[in-house]
């Protein structure tokens, strides 16, 4: 057998990792435009080269989350693998995000001495980006435009159909929301859990009325004013315990995940002590880390360009800083699952589950296993 042909050949560092390829792939535009290039031009390439190298990474987890939860019943092993990948796209998340204050350390002077050859490109036309953004479900209507430019309007053909049809075969929003409408528990025996949650509400809401109207240091204006706010929470609990009202919600835009699911979720929020919950619990955290770290970039990213643009505008054609500012305020993807916070209640008013639930909901150990 020849040794190229041998599987287990022996192979160097340099190029298992391909590093002639990658070494040498960062080409200083000032280098070839200016007498002297600009020293921060290799730090602002190679800060974008990592970027897409995590891209990359990002999208190989996500797609390998979203395949297992395309199946209709999620296997144990499997729920434990995916919350393993996902943790890990949150610590990349977090990772990038520091990668902003490397970058940080080129003032903007420093940054003028190449940007005029950057024109038109930009991180508009990171392909990866809107990659990550389309898996994780990024909802069409709450894209924020610029100049009229649709996100896609950079890329071929070829990568639109790509990017498009992510949504046709299935985001993670889309799984995760199918694999929450299948949980089951909401409905046991004669446990209806949305009884039992309506009465615990009711009761919480009373406790709280009765402190604001007691309360000595409140004027009557101040106890008014509370009380009115204490009002707009109920609109919450409404969403949740009359299925018409998350209907209409849904409808003006105020929800996108389903009342099936937004059901599954608060029990899930609610009972996450019982140990069969635990790992949908840090599942549904994951989901929340996830999309915090995105917003928390989008900030962070949109400051940075304050920092260095001022009010210029951005190479790609953007008003820069304003508009990546609104794409942190409205391209969240799973803030239904934030909003959750607003419907949950002290464990102290937890409905008492009742021990046959209780029973199914713990991890039973049979002692003739070890007969
Ligand atoms: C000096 C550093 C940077 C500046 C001044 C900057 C500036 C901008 C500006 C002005 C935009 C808006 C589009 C435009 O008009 O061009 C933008 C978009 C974007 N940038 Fe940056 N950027 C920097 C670094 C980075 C880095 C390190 C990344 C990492 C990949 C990145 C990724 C993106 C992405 C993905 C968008 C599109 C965001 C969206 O449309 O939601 N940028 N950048």
Not at 183 to 207: C, G, H, N
Request: proline letters at 4%; a negative charge.
């Amino acid at each position: 057998m020849s040794k190229n042909n041998n599987k287990y050949s022996t192979i160097d560092y340099g190029s298992y990792l391909g590093l002639d390829k990658l070494l040498d792939a960062q080409k200083l535009r000032s280098k070839d435009l200016q007498e002297i290039p600009a020293h921060d031009e290799l730090l602002f390439i190679i800060v974008h080269q990592s970027y897409e190298l995590w891209f990359k990474l990002i999208i190989h987890e996500l797609e390998s989350v979203i395949k297992v939860f395309k199946t209709n019943r999620v296997d144990e092993k499997n729920l434990g693998t995916s919350i393993a990948r996902l943790e890990r796209v949150s610590e990349i998340q977090k990772l990038l995000l520091d990668h902003l204050a490397i970058m940080e350390t080129m003032t903007p002077l420093d940054f003028l001495d190449f940007r005029n050859y950057l024109f038109p490109a930009s991180g508009f036309q990171s392909f990866q980006f809107r990659k990550i953004e389309n898996l994780l479900g990024l909802d069409e209507a709450s894209r924020v435009s610029y100049g009229g430019y649709h996100y896609s309007s950079p890329f071929s053909e070829e990568q639109q159909k790509e990017l498009f049809s992510i949504k046709e075969t299935g985001t993670l929003f889309d799984v995760m929301e199918d694999w929450l409408e299948r949980t089951p528990f909401l409905q046991f025996r004669d446990f209806d859990f949305l009884k039992y949650y309506r009465k615990a509400v009711e009761k919480m809401i009373s406790k709280e009325q009765e402190a604001i109207k007691m309360s000595s240091y409140l004027s009557e204006k101040e106890i008014q004013m509370r009380l009115r706010m204490l009002g707009s929470t109920d609109t919450y609990f409404e969403s949740i315990l009359n299925p018409e009202v998350h209907q209409k919600m849904m409808e003006e835009g105020n929800f996108r995940l389903s009342y099936k699911a937004s059901l599954a979720a608060l029990l899930i929020n609610l009972y996450r002590d019982e140990p069969i919950l635990h790992p949908p619990f840090k599942l549904l955290m994951c989901l929340v880390d996830i999309d915090s770290n995105m917003t928390s970039w989008r900030y962070r990213h949109a400051q940075m360009v304050l920092r260095m643009l001022g009010r210029k505008v951005g190479t790609g054609g953007s008003s820069g800083h304003d508009y990546l500012k609104s794409t942190g305020d409205s391209h969240h993807i799973f803030k239904d699952l934030h909003n959750i916070s607003t419907l949950l209640i002290p464990r102290s008013e937890l409905p008492e589950l009742p021990p046959a639930l209780k029973e199914q909901l713990s991890f039973t150990y049979s002692s003739s296993i070890n007969k």
